[in-house]
């Protein structure tokens, strides 16, 4: 069983930058691909950013991949999510979410384990 922790969130203004981390506990990250997704009132969870677990190959949402990164430190069993220029509209509540197998997938479904969410607010 693996259990994930998000911090990092908070309100920030237009433009400005946060750094989400998710801290795995139960098992190693390391092999596993580590994703984060957002979802805000009213709308579905959409996928934002995912780190395969072998070659750290990155993939992102077309809407973040100019602005956010994701890494990962496996000595840490800690993922990052780095946001810079937000928007309004990244206001959401973020999710880390962990696979069973190392490839990159975008889909919620493909993702087995949860965090609690840690909630992200851009606004003036």
């Known amino acids: 069983q693996v259990q994930l922790v998000e911090s990092g969130g908070g309100l920030v203004q237009p433009g400005g930058s946060l750094r989400l981390s998710c801290a795995a506990s139960?098992?190693?990250?390391?092999?596993?691909?580590m994703g984060w997704f957002r979802q805000a009132p009213g709308k579905e969870r959409e996928f934002v950013a995912v780190?395969?677990?072998?070659?750290?190959?990155?993939y992102l949402a077309e809407s973040v991949k100019s602005r956010f990164a994701i890494s990962r430190d496996n000595a840490k069993n800690t993922v990052y999510l780095q946001m810079n220029s937000l928007k309004s509209e990244d206001t959401a509540l973020y999710y880390c979410?962990?696979?069973?197998?190392?490839?990159?997938?975008?889909?919620?479904?493909?993702?087995?384990?949860w965090g609690q969410g840690t909630q992200v607010t851009v606004s003036s």
């Open positions: 780190i395969s677990g072998k070659n750290n190959y990155t």
């Open positions: 979410a962990s696979r069973t197998k190392g490839e990159t997938r975008t889909s919620p479904t493909e993702f087995d384990y």
């Open positions: 139960g098992r190693t990250i390391s092999g596993y691909a």
